[in-house]
């Protein structure tokens, strides 16, 4: 009973702009800026929170504060 190839549906995650105000605002009112933290916060995979944070920070908008094996901490870089 085959029913032949599947079609393969890749998910695509929609990640928020890292410019716009809403994600200044909700990064501003976090305590800890970390993946897990932003993926809570905006409904995303940690992976994906992880590409957002790496874009914030070569944008100079958050700097690495401190890190393990495991985790990465970030803060607000002040204008």
């Given at each position: ?5 599947r ?8 990640i928020?702009?890292?410019?716009s ?20 916060q ?8 992880k ?10 908008k ?7 094996s495991?985790?990465?901490v ?6």
């Amino acid at each position: 009973m085959s029913q032949g190839p599947r079609e393969k549906k890749v998910g695509s995650i929609e990640i928020p702009d890292p410019n716009s105000q809403e994600v200044m605002d909700a990064l501003r009112k976090m305590k800890a800026i970390t993946p897990t933290g932003v993926a809570a916060q905006f409904n995303l995979k940690v992976s994906a929170a992880k590409k957002m944070l790496e874009q914030l920070e070569n944008g100079r908008k958050i700097k690495l504060e401190a890190s393990s094996s495991n985790l990465k901490v970030y803060s607000l870089i002040s204008n």
